[in-house]
């Protein structure tokens, strides 16, 4: 099991849940990107690191679907 996976049982289709493999695939790729040599394997990392780059987006849309509907709940 990956160390940064949360275990909680939330059904597969349920946001949270996506949220948190999103989290843990985002704590991987760091990993192998920590553990790339950028000399000797130049394309993984680059590979790695375009794979980082779509970070950005994956939470913008969780701050448009989860931040509104916590602050309708107060």
Known sequence: MNA???EIDLPKVHPIHTYLQ???LI???IDELNQTDIENEYQ???NLFNKLNSIERRYERKENQL???LEKAG
């Open 4 to 6: 940064y996976k949360q």
């Open 22 to 24: 999103e989290t843990a």
């Open 27 to 29: 704590h991987q790729l």
């Open 44 to 46: 993984l990392f680059y």
């Open 67 to 69: 931040f509104s509907f």
